[in-house]
């Protein structure tokens, strides 16, 4: 009996003490009830240059009408107010001014009576001008100026994480034109672009897909590097084909070089394609020519030409630039700009080169020359003539 009274005693102590506890939390509240509303769901952070957006979801609860949120370890914070809907709202706002690096964001929302949701907390990378100065431009792999024509921009591949190229340039008719070029292209041509202005391009980056700005390398310079003309080469182009021998498509060749019955200056041996003088079996050939003429703006320039090859010595065969409309004769070959002397077989499958300057825009004219007539015999076949220019 005495053991059942000392367990109701027990009993009635630990519920007189227990209610106790459960009360003590009404001195905090002054006995009022605790209230929270619907926190931000499924909360997201858009990177940007010294910004970012930060965005979520009210989902249920009708009474939302502010957010607020805080960064900076609560020493900032910005309020937003929330116009409800009937259903899910998107709610999306930008917080400026942020320093380049890592973020943390603390959000909750509140109703009009002041009630407040627990805290959501996310964060974000800020990116500024040490990252953009970081940022490496595409590589060009050369700037074509076709003469009365376009300009063509080759490319190397692309940096995967850039996402194209913003590129400016000027008319002849002084008109500024902007392109915008895409990583998968290779060739880009420029419209009526003026070959003595500079082309100016940056490669655009977004630090992630959903990044809200743009980011740029910078600014690269550029200006026309190589001038295209006509038949250039590798393999050339002939017209009025007989055997092996006919004419050169879109090449000046004067009646001394075609002496192949009236044809010359293409040699089409083993299916090559190649430009060619030859003295063999055939009439000599003096002062032959075989030239474009072609308007050239101010700067420096180089004639490049691949030999294929040179059988036996060279009488008197150049490669050379002339101002004005037509080459000159061998024995005045000191009137020319520039003029580089082809000898003999030690120039198989080498590179020539004549380099030369322009003080002014102007018309010159290049290509080969030779006299054929004691060395019998003799011939000379190019593979390929490119016109660069050197840009300082």
Known sequence: MRQIYFLNVLFISFCLLGCTKMDDYKRFFDDQEIIYIGKPDSVKVFSGRERVDIQWLIISDPKVSSATIYWNNRAEQKKVDIQRGAGVDTVRTTIDGLTQGFHTFELFTMDQEGNRSVSVYTYGMVYGDNYEASLPNRSVDGIKYEPDGNTFVSWLLADSASIGVSLSYETILGKKRIKYISNDELTTELEGCDPDKQIFYRTMYKPDPMAIDTFYAPEITLKVNEILLKNAGSPFRGTNISGRWGNLESWDTNTAAKNHDGIGGFDNVNNGGFLSFEY????????????????????????????SNIDYT?????????????????????????????????????DIAVPFQLNTRQLVTLGFLSTMVQNNPTSVRISSVRLYRENE
């Open 280 to 307: 063999w079996s055939t009439p000599p050939i003096i002062n032959g020519k075989i030239s474009q003429s072609i308007q050239l703006p101010s700067g420096k320039y180089r004639m490049v030409a691949r030999v």
């Open 314 to 350: 060279c009488e008197a065969t150049y490669m050379l630039v002339c101002a004005g409309s037509n080459l000159s004769n061998v024995e005045s070959i000191d009137s020319a700009i520039a003029a580089f002397r082809l000898t003999d077989n030690f120039l198989n499958n080498k």
